[in-house]
Nanobody, 121 residues
Framework: QVQLVESGGGLVQPGGSLRLSCAASGSIFSINDMAWYRQCPGKQRELVAVISSAGSTNYADSVKGRFTISRDNAKNTVYLQMNSLKPEDTAVYYC???????????????WGQGTQVTVSS
């Protein structure tokens, strides 16, 4: 089946940077939107950034100017470059994608397993 696997999380000091990656694999015909969500401690999961198949992007107000989402369609991979990190960015970050599988006529929404990002001095 289709899988999304995140990588790149870790512990970083305030002001530092991390780059998250999420690779989709399996029986894939095409990928529509790809997105990053995060779940902060004690909070609901929230949308961080989304990128369309054509490369159009949208960001949560809290990360505008600091985070950049991008994708490599040839590699079925989405990235999240996180700069100027703050303690309030601490969360589990989840990859999300709408994927059309080969030989099927509809999209299915998939989630990655999540990767921990901790921003602390």
């Amino acid at each position: 089946q289709v899988q999304l696997v995140e990588s790149g999380g870790g512990l970083v000091q305030p002001g530092g940077s991390l780059r998250l990656s999420c690779a989709a694999s399996g029986s894939i015909f095409s990928i529509n939107d790809m997105a990053w969500y995060r779940q902060c401690p004690g909070k609901q999961r929230e949308l961080v950034a989304v990128i369309s198949s054509a490369g159009s992007t949208n960001y949560a107000d809290s990360v505008k100017g600091r985070f950049t989402i991008s994708r490599d369609n040839a590699k079925n991979t989405v990235y999240l470059q996180m700069n100027s990190l703050k303690p309030e960015d601490t969360a589990v970050y989840y990859c999300n994608a709408d994927i059309r599988r080969r030989r099927l006529y509809s999209d299915v929404n998939y989630w990655g397993q999540g990767t921990q990002v901790t921003v602390s001095s």
